[in-house]
């Protein structure tokens, strides 16, 4: 079978994940107590708040909650399309671009209550971060929500003892431990410096984003910062990103 992990080497990829998992549990957290109790990552919450909204008739309460599920869906629709267009700079694009949108929500105006403007950025930022890992199965890392590493722990558990897990099995209680940690911490941070906490998030996609532009300026095509999978839970017969890239290349 063939291994469609982004990046191809674990020693990378896995501290990768924990970090950025930590980062978006500290930014929903953040979110969470600076917003109305508004998730910045965790749509599964936003949805059954926008079902109780409507069905309360509170609509500009629902469709605040609908536009930030929007904005999510967009950021992993720009991300992954971001992801297959910068080949072996992905890392580091999806990285800074994540960095410089948890800034800018701090400028943006608030808005009014049915669209949270200032939320807006942040939110892209978290559905793109999505797009920024793949697993042994070129499926997206799931870094910004649990119930996903949640479900895929309890099968790998029951496939441990009816066979072998998937070699993403592996992984999940640690992001879920990650994203936990996240939060206590963006909980922390946001006592002492309300939404200015979001600096926080900045600050370490910032920095993971200059780790990994030094390592792809240093270490070309290293599996350190780069694979051969196709683009984010892409079909089994997709081609490979870089294959695309170099017949995109060759047809300019």
Known sequence: MTDKSFPASAITRVPLALMLSGLAGCADAIGFLEFSQLF???MS???TRFGAAVAQGEWDGA?????VIAVFCLGAFAGTLVA???????????LWLQAALLCLGLGMPEGPVPFPFHVYPVVLALGMQNATLQDADGRSLALTYVTGAVVRFGTGLA???LHKPADSFWIQAPLWGALSSGAVVGG?????FGEAAFLFTAALAAGLALAVT??????PGSRLIAGTAPAPDAPADAVPVTVVRERATAAS
Do not use: D
């Open 40 to 42: 910045m990552s965790f």
């Open 45 to 47: 919450g936003n949805t």
């Open 63 to 67: 469709t605040r909650v609908a536009s």
């Open 84 to 94: 297959a267009w910068a080949g072996r700079w992905r890392l580091p694009v999806l």
């Open 159 to 161: 496939n441990l003892l």
């Open 188 to 192: 922390v941070l946001h006592t002492y």
């Open 214 to 219: 030094v390592l792809t300026l240093a270490k």
